[in-house]
């Protein structure tokens, strides 16, 4: 009994205090829009695309001693990147350089390369190259060529030709910018022992006819000729022949008259006097040269005057 009796008072108890969540709203109860969800749910899709991609795993910083030295390398690489960019822009401008400089004309006087001009190349080969182009321009030995001093228009050896020209018989032509090493030894001088004229055989030894060629003159060119043989006649020579007896029947040409007027300027005398007293004088840029086309026959010869470093005059002797 006394179980029932406590079962009923809770039930009356209950009943007089009301239910408890009554004024609780119960879901089932609450209005929902059937659009609300999808549009939040739209709406977190969209900002979800606009927000930058996630980093990936590889381009992640790597700690540790691995990542010091990926960091080194990429740092190394980098610096010799920009070290090759500056050497390839450094070589193009070298090269623009080489090709603004234009070539020397065969017959320039003077050869000069200017070292603080010309553009170095960087490295171990590049060291020292303008000073070796100046030694090999400056010990050529080539003659310096005096353009001042070239023989008048219609001279005999007013012609210039190209070193290993061949030249006729009874011609007489300049040859410039050519080393004395190149054009035979020197087989006579004039003065006898001097260093005045150097006559220079191409082909020592030789009888027939073939190149010859002569320094000493003024403007630093050699003369080339051809001959079988050469002989230096001395102007005290000519006057022994001139002047004597023989020299009435014999003809007067061009080296005679050119002679004539050398003699009186050096040695102050008159046509048909000997020079005299100051023949020494005269002797020592002044001679005859005579050519032989053949060496057996001396019955023809070309004769040339030779004075103060010039062709005077050139005739045909028989």
């Not at 191409?202 to 003369?223: E, I, L, N, V, W």
């Not at 009435?248 to 005679?256: N, R, Y």
Request: charge should be negative; glycine fraction near 12%.
């Amino acid at each position: 009994m006394r179980k029932v009796f406590i079962g009923m008072s809770l039930v009356l108890l209950a009943s007089g205090c009301g239910d408890p969540l009554k004024d609780v709203p119960r879901l089932a109860d609450v209005p929902v829009e059937t659009e609300a969800g999808q549009a939040d749910v739209l709406a977190t899709s969209a900002d979800a695309e606009t927000l930058p991609a996630a980093p990936v795993a590889d381009t992640a910083p790597q700690r540790g001693l691995l990542g010091f030295l990926k960091g080194k390398a990429d740092a190394a690489q980098a610096t010799a990147t920009v070290a090759a960019a500056e050497d390839a822009a450094a070589d193009e401008a070298v090269t623009d350089d080489l090709d603004d400089v234009g070539s020397a004309p065969d017959d320039a006087e003077v050869v000069v390369v200017e070292a603080e001009e010309a553009p170095r190349r960087r490295g171990l080969f590049g060291l020292g190259g303008g000073d070796v182009q100046l030694a090999a321009a400056t010990t050529s030995g080539a003659p310096r060529v005096n353009r001042r001093a070239a023989p008048r228009p219609g001279a005999p050896d007013a012609r210039e030709i190209a070193y290993g020209t061949t030249v006729p018989y009874g011609q007489i032509a300049r040859v410039c910018g050519v080393p004395g090493a190149k054009l035979g030894p020197v087989t006579q001088t004039w003065p006898e022992g001097g260093r005045g004229y150097q006559l220079h055989d191409s082909t020592p030894g030789s009888t027939g006819a073939h190149t010859f060629y002569m320094t000493g003159f003024k403007d630093g060119c050699a003369r080339q000729f051809t001959a079988a043989l050469v002989i230096f006649g001395s102007p005290e020579s000519w006057e022994q022949i001139h002047y004597g007896p023989a020299g009435e029947s014999l003809p007067v040409l061009a080296t005679d008259v050119a002679y004539e007027g050398v003699k009186s300027k050096v040695c102050r005398v008159g046509k048909g006097k000997p020079c005299g007293s100051r023949m020494k004088a005269l002797e020592r840029d002044t001679v005859f040269v005579s050519v032989y086309e053949r060496f057996e026959d001396n019955t023809r010869w070309k004769n040339i005057l030779l004075h103060d470093g010039e062709v005077v005059a050139m005739d045909m002797k028989n």
